[in-house]
């Protein structure tokens, strides 16, 4: 059976969503699968979306671990920038999970970028909104490179966490078309205007751009329960070779969103 650690901050639906998903499969036994812990970078009372999250955490019967990243960063200092205090965080995190020891890591819905020690010691599966082709960065920073490359098509993939930000091996995706059917009408709109003025305005408004980013959305709770079953299957082996090329779970993932 497979072992599960899951980060989240938990700020909202999204996270709740994500760890619905994977849990709920779980116990209709689609998912050979236990989650050992919770991790959260936020603690009881920080936020309501991250208690709200806890509470869901804590009607499933899972251990939850929470060490606050604000109060961390407030006790060493505002003035030090957040990555010279990444790996200090991240070695007390470790600390308080020593007593598990999950086959695989999933970051969903985590905000924080993980020191290169924790990524040594786990295996760690993170979604990144593209294809393993790239674009690299925010999901934003993504969508906005996809419009201005006029791109055919985008997706969702899932890639081991590395020391490097979003260059770890991708291990799974899932694709969509972002030209042609609907989309035509919202490209149009677009038509001629270079993406540094449709940043201005109407920026993430722009309809295109949600579009793009809801059709993304849509595929992660999807895509990371399915991975996590390739994982379990052993479709994805671990440690992954170096001549493994990444799954395309469309097929799988179109069947999940026509059962919802």
């Not at 497979?2 to 779980?26: C, D, H, M, N, Y």
């Not at 940043?199 to 722009?206: A, C, F, I, Y």
Request: aromatic share 8%; hydrophobic share 35%; proline share 8%.
């Amino acid at each position: 059976m497979l072992t599960i650690g899951w980060f989240s901050t938990g700020r909202g639906t999204g996270s709740r969503g994500l760890l619905t998903t994977v849990q709920e499969a779980i116990l209709r036994g689609e998912l050979e699968a236990t989650i050992q812990f919770v991790f959260s970078n936020r603690e009881p009372g920080e936020h309501e979306g991250s208690d709200e999250f806890f509470r869901l955490v804590g009607s499933y019967g899972i251990p939850l671990v929470t060490h606050s990243s604000m109060r961390f960063r407030r006790q060493r200092g505002r003035e030090i920038p957040w990555p010279s205090l990444r790996n200090d965080y991240h070695r007390e995190v470790m600390k308080r999970l020593e007593g598990f020891s999950p086959d695989v890591c999933a970051l969903a819905g985590y905000m924080l970028i993980t020191g290169p020690e924790m990524c040594r010691r786990y295996r760690m599966l993170n979604l990144h909104p593209a294809l393993p082709e790239g674009p690299t960065g925010t999901w934003q920073e993504v969508i906005w490179r996809l419009i201005e490359e006029r791109a055919a098509a985008t997706g969702v993939m899932v890639h081991l966490a590395t020391e490097e930000v979003d260059q770890g091996p991708p291990i799974t995706y899932v694709s969509f078309p972002i030209q042609g059917g609907v989309y035509e009408p919202l490209w149009r709109v677009a038509e001629g205007i270079p993406v540094s003025r449709l940043k201005e305005s109407p920026g993430e408004e722009l309809s295109l751009f949600k579009r793009i980013r809801e059709e993304g959305v849509k595929r992660e709770r999807p895509l990371l329960l399915e991975t996590l079953a390739a994982v379990a299957s052993g479709r994805v082996p671990l440690p992954l070779p170096s001549s493994f090329s990444p799954l395309c779970l469309n097929a799988e993932v179109r069947a999940r969103l026509e059962q919802d």
